[in-house]
Nanobody, 123 residues
């Protein structure tokens, strides 16, 4: 049984930083691309960032490019999202997801999702 457990959410001030973690179990983590998405109240799920299984390539949505950084540690079965220069509009529930392959990062190419972690950016 694959499980993805996010952590690291919380309250941050505008301009502040948070680092989210997503630990995977029940799969050979190093074989799969991973991604982060978020959903704000009343809005659709927004894909944010993805990383290949070996970490060789990363991709970002325009809304977070230059502020967020995705990374992974395959020895720890964990993918991270470093979020800097946070804005109130970054407030959302953040989800990690496991791809069906090592390089697929399309919106419909994930088979497991975490339960989400709340990020609130407010002064």
């Amino acid at each position: 049984q694959v499980q993805l457990v996010e952590s690291g959410g919380g309250l941050a001030r505008p301009g502040g930083s948070l680092r989210l973690s997503c630990e995977a179990s029940g799969c050979t983590f190093s074989r799969y691309a991973m991604s982060w998405s978020r959903q704000a109240p009343g809005k659709r799920l927004e894909w944010l960032s993805g990383i290949y299984s070996d970490g060789s390539d990363t991709y970002y949505a325009d809304s977070v490019k230059g502020r967020f950084t995705i990374s992974r540690d395959n020895a720890k079965n964990t993918v991270y999202l470093q979020m800097n220069s946070l804005k109130p509009e970054d407030t959302a529930v953040y989800y990690c997801a496991k791809s069906i392959s090592g390089t697929r990062l399309g919106l419909d190419e994930y088979d497991y999702w975490g339960q989400g972690t709340q990020v609130t950016v407010a002064s």
